[in-house]
């Protein structure tokens, strides 16, 4: 189910808020868990059991490795509790690329696999995951209540296209949280903006990127407009969506953590990263980059740490070459910035966002393309190579017919409404507007997006592969 | 002293929360409420479709997903106010967004249109192969006299010129009519220009169109007609088929029709349930219905025989053509004793045979660029 849709806003929504505002505190772990399960089973009915084993086989791994934390046996249970998951992870997720890339290279036939992908595995695989190992390492004390488990890890708001939500970052807050008006108005003000990114926003020039897609005519313009539409695009769908679960969590009393933070006006690629999807770089970095020995080892084992975490990075967001190598493709500006660039990135006024901008667009389109031949084209097209010219009639009119849009996404997507709004709101009159226009604006918000929803066609999410 | 304005401060605050809850809350609960509620409409008048029902629940369609699914379209189709909600979205995405198109209907110079766009080879080939198998099957022995003619849409008139999308017509034109080499090609593009089409409808209107008729008789039985016709009104508004596409508020169109001693005395005979039935050249019950061009010969049909008792030539026509044809036939039934018309959108063109009995009729095929450049209809 799609939180910008009307089935989830409806239908499903109003019914767990009036359910889980009812029953007595002790049940309402319970009644996010049960909303939870139905609210996977409606796209995936077939794999809420998987994830219930999933949720399970951590359950009783992290009793296990509690049992035995200073012991062998709790090393013993926590490798078990790794390897289970990357298996169901690797045989979900992974299987038929391993086994497309071994037919390629023996020449052999082995029939693919063609498992349709579980939504979300790679989130709440994750979730159960850093469970296990945080109570191994003793930073969180075992939960031996499976509701609450498993009502961390399924929980609907964070459940299919994250954050990942770690169980120590929500810990106290699955045992005793708050609920008040303050909350739930944040939580209502989060999740308007999330979905009117999304709605408004993405959708809108994901359709760009289509009309692009589609074209017989591309030309340079074309190649341009693509290329800034599709950054634009993922940033909105991606940060719209964590925007909404954020949201949904402060209406159900959970903090979760940020996960972008204006990333588009970094001056660095090691900047870009520390702003773009916080919880997954943060998770690699815990439980990967540090345990690996992070950069306290020898230069040559640093760059290998570094090369490992990327090369995992991006096969985290697909099974394709054409995401390994976007992970990779980071590792180049990285040692590049660390060992030569970042002190000038640093002093730079305009060239770094400039550096930042073109670098990042030419990423996503390879993490967009099919195939890295299509990246290839897509990135030649943008220096007028394999082009239908310049521009077009057809270019010109959906650069026009955009343009608007993009204006808003590009200011968007920069801390100046932010900046505005808490300048109004330092004002006394100022507060007074904000005051009573805030209603009014996030009713008359939610309405348009409802119109959009109703007589809209183009609304999937990018993340939900992942 | 210092606590008052903390106090106001939460004051505020709470207020300002409140407000919000109360606000939002209604909002979302009342829309969902009305969901729940609300009994199901079966028909859309603007969009001219039949509404998604609730899906048949049961657990094979649970477990394949099919509930869910249709669920989610059928919450689509059903929802609260939904005309006004899709006009809100017409109005925002124009009016807020900039956007010059809505679901790819634009409106300029009072008109309202669809952007055709790109032109599509593949469509044009698969329509040429139609008329060609056509011609194969039934008029090439029988020795036919075979004409083409391609109604150009809106959009040539309308899109280039206001900065729309717009298909290279030229090129069409020109790779048609190579390609249906098979038949005569008559220009018509020459005797229309925007003001012979609906405001809010793709078709062109029939009282503008008397000189394309005549002019497609000269060509194809070398005199053409002078009947003077009547024109007279329908007494209702015509909404046309962007109307309810673009979902916005526009002034309707008026519907008129031509009328003479022979259009009265044609007699008219559809074929569409494979027995003969009685029919007319206007068909009045079909103005109040969902779209009220198809008073031409009853809109959709797939084979209607107009014979015209006053002509006694004993020269037939068979006609191959989409809905513009509908308003264009009655205005050559002067030229013939019998017409035959067909439309293989909805009878396969392989059947025809058991249906039409072809002897040498002349034989013209008239479709619009819209079906071409999308033939997959064409069977």
């Known amino acids: 189910m799609l939180f910008s849709s009307i089935p989830f806003l409806f239908y499903f929504l109003p019914v767990v808020l009036i359910i889980y505002f009812l029953v007595p505190y002790s049940l309402k772990n319970a009644v996010l868990l049960l909303s939870s399960l139905f609210f996977y089973g409606w796209g995936e009915s077939k794999y809420v059991f998987l994830m219930l084993v999933v ?29 289970i998951d990357i298996a169901v992870l690797g045989y979900f997720k992974y299987a038929d690329f391993f086994i497309s890339n071994f037919n390629a290279v023996t020449g052999m036939q082995v029939p693919l696999l063609k498992i349709a992908l579980p939504i979300g595995i790679s989130f709440f695989i994750f979730q159960i995951l850093s469970y296990d190992i945080d109570v191994y390492r003793g930073q969180v004390a075992v939960q031996k209540n499976p509701i609450t488990l498993a009502a961390y890890v399924a929980m609907f708001p964070q459940l299919i296209a994250g954050p990942i939500v770690r169980y120590i970052d929500v810990e106290k807050q699955l045992r005793k949280r708050e609920h008040n008006p303050e909350l739930v108005a944040g939580g209502i003000r989060r999740f308007m903006i999330g979905l009117g990114k ?82 997954l770089g943060s998770w690699f970095r815990d439980y990967v980059y540090i345990p690996l020995g992070g950069n306290r080892v020898s230069k ?50 305009v060239w770094n966002h400039i550096y930042v901008l073109f670098f990042i667009m030419i990423s996503f389109m390879i993490f967009d393309a099919v195939s890295m031949q299509e990246a290839g084209k897509n990135i030649a097209g943008l220096f007028g190579i394999g082009t239908e010219g310049f521009v077009s009639m057809e270019s010109i009119y959906y650069l026009k017919n955009y343009l608007l849009i993009f204006l808003m996404a590009i200011i968007g997507a920069t801390p100046l409404p932010k900046k505005i709004y808490e300048k109004i709101m330092n004002v006394p009159a100022g507060r007074k507007v904000v005051n009573v226009m805030e209603p009014i604006f996030l009713a008359g918000l939610f309405l348009i997006i409802t119109a959009f929803l109703v007589d809209g066609s183009f609304n999937p999410f990018l993340y939900f592969r992942f | 002293m ?115 766009y790109p032109m599509q080879i593949s469509m044009l080939d698969n329509a040429a192969i139609r008329m060609e198998e056509i011609y194969n099957l039934y008029l090439r022995d ?60 793709t078709h062109w209107r029939q009282e503008e169109i008397v000189d394309v008729a005549q002019f497609l008789q000269k060509e194809m039985v070398g005199v053409s007609s002078d009947t003077k016709y009547e024109v007279k009104e329908v007494p209702v508004p015509f909404y046309g088929v962007y109307c309810g596409q673009s979902a916005l508020s526009v002034e309707p169109d008026k519907l008129y029709y031509l ?56 020269k037939e026509l068979i006609v191959f053509r989409d809905s513009f044809g509908s308003s264009l036939v009655p205005l050559l039934v002067d030229g013939y004793s019998k017409i035959t018309v067909i439309d293989i959108r909805y009878v396969q063109s392989k059947m025809l045979g058991n249906l039409v009995d072809f002897h040498g009729q002349d034989t013209l095929f008239i479709y619009s660029t819209i079906i071409l450049n999308n033939s997959m209809s064409l069977r």
Request: net charge neutral; aromatic share 18%.
């Open chain 1, 55 to 83: 949720i399970a086989v951590g359950y009783v791994l992290g009793l296990l490795i509690g049992k035995y934390r200073n012991q062998k046996a709790g090393k013993i249970f926590l490798v078990l509790a790794v390897v």
């Open chain 1, 198 to 279: 999304k709605i408004l926003l993405a959708n809108l020039l994901g359709e760009c990127c289509a009309v692009f897609r589609e074209s017989s005519e591309k030309t340079n313009l074309f190649f341009w407009m693509y290329g800034i539409a599709y950054m634009l695009h993922i940033y909105f769908d991606f940060s719209g969506y964590s925007d909404m679960a954020i949201g949904l969590g402060k209406i159900f009393g959970f903090h979760f953590m940020e996960n972008f933070n204006y990333p588009y006006i970094s001056k660095s690629i090691t900047e870009f990263w520390r702003r773009w999807h916080i919880s």
């Open chain 1, 300 to 349: 040559g084992r640093w760059i290998f740490n570094i090369f490992m975490v990327w090369f995992l990075t991006g096969f985290w967001h697909g099974a394709a070459w054409n995401f390994i190598i976007w992970g990779l493709y980071f590792v180049v500006f990285l040692l590049l910035e660390k060992f030569w660039l970042g002190k000038y990135l640093e002093r730079a006024k």
């Open chain 2, 2 to 116: 210092k606590s008052k304005p903390v106090n106001e401060e939460k004051r505020f605050i709470f207020h300002r929360n409140f407000v919000l809850v109360l606000v939002m809350g209604v909002v979302l609960f009342g829309l969902s409420v009305y969901c729940w509620l609300k009994p199901e409409d079966k028909f859309s008048e603007s969009e001219r479709r039949v509404l998604k029902s609730f899906p048949k629940l049961t657990a094979e369609t649970i477990i394949n997903g099919k509930f869910m699914k249709e669920f989610e379209d059928y919450s689509v189709d059903q929802f609260p106010f939904r005309e006004e909600f899709r006009t809100l979205k017409a109005y925002a995405s124009y009016g807020l967004l900039g956007k010059k198109d809505n679901n790819g209907i634009y409106m300029t110079e009072g008109h309202l249109s669809k952007i055709e």
């Open chain 2, 142 to 201: 029988e020795n036919s006299k075979c004409y083409f003619s391609i109604v150009p849409d809106k959009n040539f008139y309308l899109a280039k010129e206001n900065g729309y999308p717009a298909m290279d017509y030229d090129n069409l034109f020109s790779y048609m009519k190579e390609k249906v080499d098979f038949a005569k090609y008559i220009d018509i593009t020459g005797l229309l220009d925007l003001q012979d089409y609906y405001k809010t409808d």
């Open chain 2, 259 to 314: 009328e003479s001693e022979a259009l009265r005395d044609c007699i008219v005979t559809s074929y569409d349930t494979g027995k003969p039935l009685p029919t007319n050249i206007y068909n009045m019950e079909k103005v109040l219905g969902h779209d009220a061009y198809e008073m031409f010969l009853s809109g959709t049909s797939a084979l209607q025989v107009i014979e015209n008792p006053k002509v006694e030539n004993q």
